[in-house]
């Protein structure tokens, strides 16, 4: 009774359905806090690409945009699929919401910082770490000192590194963890991949998400939903990664026997420069005559 008592809900399913609900900001500003390293207080949740998805890629892709106490936007995206242009794609989401919230006529001064969080059940390129982190900075070419930008907070002249400026991006690759889960990070990636949360935890966000996140605290209707949408999770990863697997046994298919012409070829060539008759060479090789002749 305690497993089915213990039983939560996945990360995406929350920020559809609930962490968008100011009641539930604590499980996400816990999350915000544990990965970017300090407090985190939401103040609002914007529109986001994922409220306005077609409805194709509704199971593959989820995500949330939120404002924090200091004006900086967050995007938190779950991606179940491979993509082909998916850094291509953050790149742009980012640079839309900069662009976004910030008004005609406002200074540049007006510009915040934002971070994108990404958390990915797909193999990203190649890379034996479970988390990357993605900042801009400026490195002397002969110097190798990091520069510093002068600029006016509060009426006072400060010294910022750009990467507090510029948009930072965090690559969670899920399936890359296999470690005990003993810190604040490692226990939300734990639970971002197995959906195990400790009794004993102590991280930001996880204490609440053992009470909100429950599966079983949900009413009737909305554990169907939730079913439904895990059970479309899974057929579409199903279905993409057959046809993955098919796509490469084509392939090797394709490249097995493109070598077998291409040998055949050469020893026929061969034969053909020995002097050897061309039907012995059509028997030795299973070339045509047609195809042989055309080596000479």
Request: no cysteine; proline share 1%.
């Amino acid at each position: 009774m305690t497993a089915l008592k213990d039983r939560y809900i996945r990360f995406d399913w929350a920020i559809k359905r609930l962490l968008r609900q100011k009641a539930n900001f604590d499980v996400l500003e816990g999350f915000l806090t544990v990965f970017i390293g300090e407090k985190v207080k939401i103040v609002d949740i914007l529109e986001s690409e994922g409220n306005q998805q077609a409805q194709d890629d509704m199971f593959n892709r989820v995500d949330i945009k939120a404002k924090n106490s200091k004006g900086e936007i967050i995007i938190v995206e779950i991606q179940n699929t491979s993509e082909l242009y998916y850094l291509e794609r953050i790149l742009y989401g980012v640079a839309k919401a900069i662009t976004e919230h910030i008004n005609l006529g406002n200074t540049y001064q007006e510009v915040k910082k934002v971070y994108s969080i990404s958390i990915l059940y797909f193999d990203l390129g190649q890379g034996a770490d479970y988390l990357y982190v993605g900042q801009n900075d400026f490195v002397g070419v002969h110097t190798k000192d990091h520069l510093k930008i002068s600029r006016k907070e509060e009426g006072a002249i400060v010294q910022r590194f750009p990467s507090e400026i510029f948009p930072t991006y965090y690559l969670v690759r899920v399936n890359n963890f296999n470690e005990v889960a003993k810190s604040p990070l490692e226990e939300w990636i734990k639970y971002l991949k197995d959906g195990v949360i400790s009794a004993e935890t102590t991280a930001p966000g996880l204490r609440e998400a053992r009470q909100k996140l429950q599966y079983y605290s949900m009413d009737d209707a909305e554990r169907h939903a939730y079913d439904e949408h895990i059970n479309a999770v899974m057929i579409q990863n199903d279905v993409l990664g057959n046809a993955r697997q098919e796509g490469l046994e084509e392939g090797l298919a394709e490249g097995l026997a493109k070598g077998r012409d291409e040998r055949s070829l050469e020893i026929a060539k061969s034969l053909l420069d020995m002097g050897v008759a061309i039907d012995k060479i059509m028997n030795a090789t299973g070339l045509d005559e047609e195809q042989i002749r055309s080596l000479r």
